[in-house]
């Protein structure tokens, strides 16, 4: 009790008091087994209980689960403090041959004060917690590790600080929030304990802390460089993975979180949202805007708008009535078009009503209660609201069947993808929220509807005919249904206010979200589950949407996530603000959530959420999305309108950053499905394809879309130049005809970058698989021919791949994956070829080539190459289908250093250096 009273007189005395004067632990006991080894923990002296009682047994597992992954897990001997449930975070299991001898990654400890620590087999320590005891008490876990000086960490999310954290008095509150303009420095909506070390030519590791209590890292260099953890609850359940490169790392975290959900192709499209929508009327006419720009829209979205007094799982019978939903979605499926609504967790409390979402949960007992048996009633959107207990085993029926109803194809909103959000969970009302009635009427919730027009709608030219105003009938449409465990947690704990405070910038734990005492219908805490409600709500939401389309790959996007929510859905980063600073930083996000968290479906709001937006920051920012894996444009209830089509600039970026994109859509679409499969991160950081070159590790405003494609956009206010680091590498302009350009190790600032114009670098040694050109959909697009662009590296060859299929089903019965390869005079596709594209290959683009080939066959036969001696292009008319292995010679054709005759390599040489001089002045502006 010393240390907590201390609390009050000073918080960062505490944490040093309270870890020096606890006795840490000693190991005894230590049996070796097949994979590791196991060991009792005993408390080494006079327990501190700084923040809770140490506990005096713990026990020590160390498994090698593969060569590249340890695990080690320090829990309660008795297994009592909870620990993240296996049906919630299925565990990576162990690949059974692995063993200390073959294992990249060395396990050591001492045994009294109890330490261990983590090396590579090579001798480079990782992690090592010598120097600070073991804290595991009943509400505090405390373990640092000592780092190398200015260690390069990324990850620990989500967040808006830098990509490459900060190193010195920095603190990463791990606490999921409803977190509105999402202030850098504190905790927003996902929680994703796992970092990335990388130490340049030393390698790079991987750190997952499998806990989802409230958990603040500390990383600082006074006392030596260390990175600290302090958590809540729950246990150190901890995976090591070795590397040695980022790739490699993010791989190995795909086999421990899961590896990410496939999408459909169609999600790669253009989305269009907001908040304020007034009515059917005004949604159908941005997708007729969209259709008369000319600026090709995918899927159009709806946000709260369209419920009845912001009910979940109903439609406000007169601003959106149910027929004329059922026609504007009949409309879009028509022209390939999509549509989306957002649904929330928070469900109105509607005792007495005929409101079937609220009816039928309560009489399946699906809703959160207090400890009195009551239920738990929050302030969200539609006023006084309940919340689903994803924990309670019938609400995943119960969920099937509201979505089943509801989004029904034949008679409800037949919804294509699905927005979940305010699933932290959050919740208006201040802790305590002891008045809710009270609260939502003073805070007018649900707000007061838009007037409902008296008028007919506005003419919309192209919409169906048949489109008619609300018929005064029309009712609230309201469902009338019949319907329908250990390691539970330490007892005795103060669960709402523990006794260590985290910085949680909503305050305290239980404020702005579900009261942190309540007990699930599985007898777990609020206070240990908090970080897993959205994710459960993802897990649910998928189950709810292949219910009703089994056959259909999901596309769920949430906002509030845990380590492994990609293996059910993908993410925007909720609610920025349009600035140029949260321009900037959706970069540094969505590298997070793609290439470390394992979400790789991400992206910001196009424009921006919050605040009204310029024309030339929505110009910028409509270009910069378009390499989101995530492409959606949404704002807020009360800020100007900020669709592509309401300033021509815009339009005009829009038109032709989706064709850019679209172009590429296979190519990206390839890059994610590798991910899906072993982890390979679908977008790049540059540090991750450039491990050595430290010029590269703190880069996140310049990134990788796939690992082939650089993108360097600008980012300054009215900026029409950017500085650019090109590595040592070779690679060419897209924008300038794919003229080559020789990366020198340096940054270099592009000039007169126009606001329809974003600088794209392919990176030598790829091979993209575009399509010949854009369509007006996804669905139009993938009935356009392939052109295959070869983009020789610094030794003359390249390499790409194809995957197809037919982007939407759950289950492919056939599927394409094609390897392309290009040895320096020869093109050679092979692979498998199971699904029927339908469409050929019309084009092989040959890059950064010195000449015109003096012939180019295949098969034997003679094929027609045009040649640009400026760009240094070889373009070749084939017809090359997409069901067989096939090659192209090109015979003695010189690319940079390629692998070409040695007649020839003097002039390679030549040009190679005549290109350099040629990029650095194109760099300079003078081309
Ligand atoms: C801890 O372990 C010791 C030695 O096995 C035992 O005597 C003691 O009762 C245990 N304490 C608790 C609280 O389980
Ligand atoms: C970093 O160390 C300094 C000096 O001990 C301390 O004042 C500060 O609170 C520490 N910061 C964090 C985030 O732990
Ligand atoms: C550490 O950061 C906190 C706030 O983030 C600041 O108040 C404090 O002055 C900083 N301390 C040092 C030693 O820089
Ligand atoms: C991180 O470091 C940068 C640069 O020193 C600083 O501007 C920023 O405030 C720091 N962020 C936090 C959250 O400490
Ligand atoms: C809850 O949040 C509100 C709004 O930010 C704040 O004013 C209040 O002090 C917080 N209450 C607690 C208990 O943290
Ligand atoms: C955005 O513009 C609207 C309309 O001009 C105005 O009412 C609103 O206050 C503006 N919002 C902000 C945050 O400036």
Redesign the pocket.
């Known amino acids: 009790m010393v240390a907590k009273s201390l609390l009050a007189l000073s918080f960062g005395a505490a944490v040093v008091l309270g870890q020096e004067s606890c006795p840490g632990y000693s190991a005894s006991n230590v049996q070796q087994t097949g994979s590791g080894l196991t060991a009792d923990l005993t408390l080494a002296g006079e327990a501190c209980n700084a923040y809770g009682t140490d506990l005096p047994n713990l026990t020590l597992t160390v498994e090698y689960q593969s060569d590249d992954r340890l695990h080690v897990l320090i829990a309660d001997q008795d297994q009592a403090v909870y620990q993240v449930p296996n049906d919630v975070f299925p565990r990576p299991g162990s690949s059974g041959d692995a063993s200390t001898n073959s294992s990249s990654l060395r396990f050591t400890y001492t045994d009294s004060p109890f330490s261990f620590a983590v090396a590579r087999a090579d001798g480079e320590t990782l992690f090592n917690t010598s120097g600070t005891p073991l804290v595991f008490e009943s509400q505090y876990l405390n373990l640092r590790t000592s780092l190398p000086e200015n260690p390069n960490l990324y990850g620990l999310g989500e967040h808006t600080d830098p990509f490459r954290l900060n190193t010195?008095?920095y603190?990463r509150t791990i606490w999921n929030r409803d977190a509105y303009g999402i202030p850098a420095?504190t905790n927003l909506y996902g929680a994703h304990p796992v970092y990335i070390d990388h130490r340049g030519a030393s390698g790079t590791h991987g750190v997952i802390l499998l806990n989802s209590n409230g958990i603040e890292v500390k990383i600082n260099d006074t006392a030596g460089q260390y990175l600290e953890y302090n958590a809540l609850g729950g246990v150190f359940d901890f995976y090591f993975l070795a590397g040695p490169s980022p790739v490699e790392t993010a791989q190995q975290i795909a086999q421990v979180v899961g590896m990410p959900a496939n999408i459909p192709f169609g999600g790669l499209g253009f989305h269009q949202c907001r908040y304020g929508y007034r009515d059917v009327y005004e949604v159908a006419g941005v997708v007729h805007n969209y259709s008369a720009a000319g600026i090709p829209l995918e899927t159009m979205w709806t946000d709260i708008d369209y419920m009845y007094s912001r009910w979940i799982m109903t439609l406000d019978p007169e601003r959106y009535p149910l027929p004329l939903v059922r026609e504007l979605v009949d409309y879009l499926h028509q022209h390939q078009q999509k549509y989306t609504v957002m649904v929330d967790p928070a469900t109105a409390y509607q005792p007495g009503g005929d409101y079937g979402a609220f009816n039928d949960g309560v009489q399946q007992d699906v809703f959160l209660k207090n400890a009195s048996g009551d239920l738990y009633v929050g302030v969200v959107w539609p006023g006084p609201t309940v919340f689903p207990d994803w924990f309670a085993p019938q609400t995943q029926p119960y969920w099937d069947d509201q979505f089943n109803s509801f989004f029904s194809a034949e008679s409800g909103v037949d919804i294509d993808y699905l927005w979940i959000d305010m699933n932290e969970a959050a919740n208006f009302c201040n802790y305590p929220c002891s008045d809710p009635f009270g609260y939502a009427e003073e805070n007018d919730l649900p707000p007061e509807p838009p007037a409902v027009r008296n008028s007919s709608p506005i003419a919309l030219p192209g919409f169906p005919p048949e489109f008619q105003p609300p018929s005064s009938s029309a009712k609230l449409r309201l469902r009338r249904q019949d319907g329908a465990g250990s390691m539970m947690g330490l007892p005795g704990r103060d669960l709402i206010d523990p006794p260590y405070s985290i910085q949680n910038a909503a305050g305290s734990l239980s404020n702005k979200t579900l009261d942190t005492d309540l007990i699930h219908y599985n007898g777990l805490a609020e206070y240990d589950t908090h970080n897993l409600y959205g994710t459960m709500m993802s897990n649910h939401s998928r189950n709810a949407m292949l219910s009703r389309r089994p056959q259909d790959r999901p596309l769920v996007i949430t906002r509030s996530t845990f380590l492994g929510a990609g293996t059910y859905v993908g993410h925007w980063l909720g609610d920025n603000i349009s600035d140029w600073p949260h321009y900037r930083i959706s970069i540094a996000q969505m590298l997070a959530f793609s290439s470390i968290f394992q979400v790789p479906m991400v992206g910001s709001d196009v424009c921006g959420f919050g605040g009204n937006v310029t024309e030339a920051l929505c110009a910028r920012w409509t270009m910069l999305g378009a390499f989101y894996p995530f492409y959606r444009n949404h704002n807020e209830l009360g800020s100007i309108s900020q669709e592509a089509y309401r300033w021509e600039s815009v339009a005009e970026s829009a038109r032709r950053a989706i064709d850019i994109r679209y172009r590429m859509l296979d190519y990206f679409y390839t890059a994610f499905y590798e991910q899906t499969v072993n982890g390979t991160p679908s977008l790049n950081p540059m540090v991750f394809l450039y491990p050595e070159d430290a010029k590269t590790f703190a880069i996140d405003l310049q990134f990788f879309f796939g690992s082939s494609v650089l993108i360097s956009p600008v980012t300054e206010e009215n900026g029409t130049s950017v500085d650019v680091y090109l590595p040592n590498d070779i690679f060419y302009d897209w924008n300038n005809g794919f003229s080559p350009v020789q990366g020198s190790g340096q940054t270099v600032s592009l000039e007169d970058v126009d606001f329809k114009t974003i600088p794209i670098h392919i990176r030598g040694g790829t091979i993209l698989p575009l399509r010949s050109q854009s369509a007006n959909t996804t669905t139009e697009l993938r009935k356009q021919s392939f052109q295959i662009v070869v983009a020789p590296g610094q030794d003359g060859t390249a390499n790409g791949s194809l995957y197809l299929d037919d982007g939407l089903s759950l289950e492919q019965a056939a599927t394409s994956y094609i390897s392309f390869t290009w040895d320096g005079s020869m093109f050679s596709m092979s692979g498998t070829y199971g699904y029927e594209a339908g469409v050929n290959i019309s084009t092989i683009t040959v890059l950064g080539a010195s000449s015109q080939p003096q012939s180019v066959t295949s098969n034997g036969a003679d094929l027609s190459a045009t040649y640009n001696s400026t760009t240094k292009v070889i373009d070749v008319e084939v017809n090359i289908a997409l069901t067989g292995d096939a090659s192209v010679n090109f015979g003695q054709v010189a690319t940079f250093r390629g692998a070409a005759p040695s007649a020839a390599s003097t002039n390679v040489l030549l040009l190679a250096l005549s290109v350099v001089t040629a990029s650095a002045m194109c760099l300079l502006g003078s081309w």
């Open positions: 010195t008095n603190t420095g």
